[in-house]
């Protein structure tokens, strides 16, 4: 009976590979940086759900997994959907952005080592309030805008979160957010909607900065401590080092050593006494003593809050060092698609946005998709 089993073993081994090759190959096509050519032949290609969501919002696959693997909201993706319908594919030309840039010395220092810069303020224009739904739009179109490899640098207003004013927003270390109170709320919802920013740049593995006084409780804002912004750097330097008119301790959060080993400096104890004997005094009404001793007065005080050219020329080097740096080195992993869930319990309410996909829905004229 051997010769029967033997007989037997080879004509199932034959049935199985006659089967094998009259089915049709599948073939999983993996994600690149750049768009892969069909191929000819009688193949059938899966497409990957990160392709075909990417597809709808403009970017590249690999973006949009790093965005949902940080939880990006739901009605981001939408937004994104809709930019990309009204306005179309944004050329990726910018390589810098500076966010709250006040009179924009970070963006002069960047295009003066030769990188396309933009800055974004309230102050240079009623359409770049970043808390209206018309500047928040025109947010997102820049930086969509933003380049691979490019740099974004935040200072986004710390007027409710330094120690100054814990007394009107009610902050504390046990309650970064404050108080239910308006000056609180849109200090909450600017950082939010500038997270959103953020995690859209690091996306793109642009180079991620933010700035604010050495007493601000930005860090500790509910966003600000989610990955991936929990896990940067946090580094101290000295305006004055940068040739500013006061000392200034400030705090920088950094994803990238290179951007804190050039920005993190020290100042040298002559220096800081001998600008301390610069500095001006406020005195109560009867001038019998001091009762507050600050770095300027008036429009001095302004000053101080300025950026040195200094400061903005060392942001400038870094950046130009770094985008030439990973241009030549980097090469993108392809991964693989995880089983991401269609939508995110955590939406981001605080970031307020119904308003405007409400509007982008009116102009697009068709329902959104809502499943990215």
Sequence with gaps: MWWLKCVLAVSLAWGVAVSHATQPMIIDISDSESESDSVDGPFLFRRRASVIASEYLGIYPAEYRRLKRWKFPQIGFDIMHATLVLFGVQDRNVEVIEWFCGVGHVAQGCSENSLAALGYDRDRSAQQDMLTDDGFLLALV??????????????????????????????????????????????????TRACILGLIGLSRKAAYVLEQPSSSLMFNHTRQSQEPFSLFWKIYTWMLAFGGLTPKRTTLQLDQPLFAAELGRKVRRSEFLGTKRRTYTHKDADATHTKMRIYGAGNKLKQTQEYPIGYGRADGRVARKWRDYKLATETECVDSDSDYELAHADNWPDAKLGSLLKSLDVQMRAPRRGHF
Excluded: E, Y
């Design 142 to 191: 820049l930086v969509l805008s933003l380049a691979r490899f490019g740099t974004q640098h935040f200072a986004t207003a710390c007027s409710s979160w330094a120690w100054m004013a814990w007394d009107k927003t009610g902050r504390s270390i046990a309650t970064p957010m404050g108080l239910s109170r308006p000056s609180a709320r849109r200090g909450n919802l600017m950082v």
